[in-house]
Structures are given as C-alpha cells and as structure tokens.
C-alpha cells in the first residue's frame, strides 16, 4: 500500500528556514517523481515544486523558485523540501504527492500534509 | 503561472447531472492532453478522479466523465450523490510547471 507520510512543519518567524521530510514507504520510490503542493488556510491547491524519479531534474514554482529546494534520498526512499527566506504568505498545509507516471503528471497519491505557519 | 480559472461555486440536486468548467491558456490546457482533477472533502487530501483529460483511475465511478475543448477543459458529474458535495480542483501540467485551478465548491442540494 502506497503511503506518504510528511513531517517536519513547525511555527517559523519570517525570514527563517524549515525542512520538510516526506517518507514513502509501500511502493518503489526510485521509479516515480514526486512534487509537493500547499494549501494556505481556507485557500486553493498551489504546486509547488517537483523532482524527477533520479533526482537530477528540479522544478519549481515562481513564487518559491530561489528560496525552495527539493531533493530525495532513494536509498531512504524519502523526498525532502528545504524551505529558506520563509515568508508569512508560505503559511500553508504542505502536502507531498506521487506522480503517476512520467507521462500523465497527474498525482495518483497524496500525504495527509504538513501544517507549516510563517508569523512573528 | 496564472492558476486556471474555475467557477467558485455549482450545485445541483441528487440525480442531477452538473459540469464544472476550467479555463487555461494555449500553454497548458490547449497544449498538452495532461489535465487531471481531483476531489477534496474538508480537512482531507485531495483524491484523484480524473488524469489525462478523459481517464479515470480504478475505483472511481464511472459517473465522472472529464473532456477537454481547446483551452477549457470540463467535469461531468452524472447522477449527483450527496457523498459527490466536495471541493473540485482542475490541474494542468505546462511545460516546466503545474497550474491549479482555483477549486469549485459543489453543494449538492
């Protein structure tokens, strides 16, 4: 059974840094890119960044591009988000999730989130 | 990376048939057939319903029927359940990004 299982959001003061962990036990992580997504309190679904199934290929959003890292570990097989220069309009549930197939891009399956909130 | 735009709000009664609309742009819902949509209950991850514009994963009811036209992509939920009252969100892949839709609300009456 596919599982996906986010940790790492806190409360942070602006202009901080937070990493996210996402681990995937259940299925053969190496083999499938992830991306994360937020979701602000009360708002829509924002993509936010993904990663290729090796790891060599990022991309991310505009809002986040310069401040955010993405990258796994497939040995461990768990992807990360490194979150720096937070800003208070980052407050979001952040939710890790598999790509279906290289081909689809859709996201077949979703972690139950993370809360991370940005304030002084 | 404009989000894709949805109606804010459907509704319909049980039995009924509703489509919620998503408007891209020519560099993502009319460029690439990759438009999923996904179902969210309150407090709940997002599930998905529809991928590559007409498919649907297994376990999904063959009640929601996806379909694309140019730039706008749409779902058809057949057979309104009150179980269907959710929030709907569209998604297209772009290129080197994935757009989001602005979600719809769907209240079943």
């Known amino acids: 059974e596919v599982q996906l299982l986010e940790s790492g959001g806190d409360l942070v003061q602006p202009g901080g840094s937070l990493r996210l962990s996402c681990a995937a036990p259940?299925?053969?992580?190496?083999?499938?890119?992830m991306s994360w997504v937020r979701q602000a309190p009360g708002k829509g679904l924002e993509w936010v960044a993904a990663?290729?199934?090796?790891?060599?290929?990022?991309f991310y959003a505009d809002s986040v591009k310069g401040r955010f890292t993405t990258s796994r570990d497939n040995s461990r097989s768990t992807l990360y988000l490194q979150m720096n220069r937070l800003r208070v309009e980052d407050t979001a549930l952040y939710y890790c999730?598999?790509?279906?197939?290289?081909?689809?891009?859709?996201?077949?399956?979703w972690g139950q989130g993370t809360l991370v909130t940005v304030s002084s | 990376q404009s989000a894709l735009t949805q109606p804010a709000s459907v509704s319909g009664s049980p039995g009924q048939s509703i489509t919620i609309s998503c408007t891209g742009t020519?560099?993502?819902?009319?460029?690439?057939?990759?438009v999923s949509w996904y179902q969210q209950y309150p407090g709940k991850a997002p599930k998905l319903m529809i991928y590559e514009v007409t498919k649907r994963p297994s376990g999904v009811s063959n009640r929601f029927f996806g379909s694309k036209s140019g730039n706008t992509a749409s779902l058809t939920i057949s057979g309104l359940q009150p179980e269907d009252e959710a929030d709907y969100y569209c998604?297209?892949?772009?290129?080197?990004?994935?757009?989001f839709g602005g979600g719809t609300k769907l209240t079943v009456l």
């Open positions: 020519s560099s993502d819902v009319g460029r690439y057939n990759l």
């Open positions: 999730a598999k790509v279906q197939s290289s081909y689809s891009q859709a996201f077949d399956h």
């Open positions: 998604c297209s892949y772009a290129g080197l990004t994935t757009r």
């Open positions: 990663i290729s199934d090796s790891g060599d290929g990022t």
């Open positions: 259940g299925f053969t992580f190496r083999n499938y890119a």
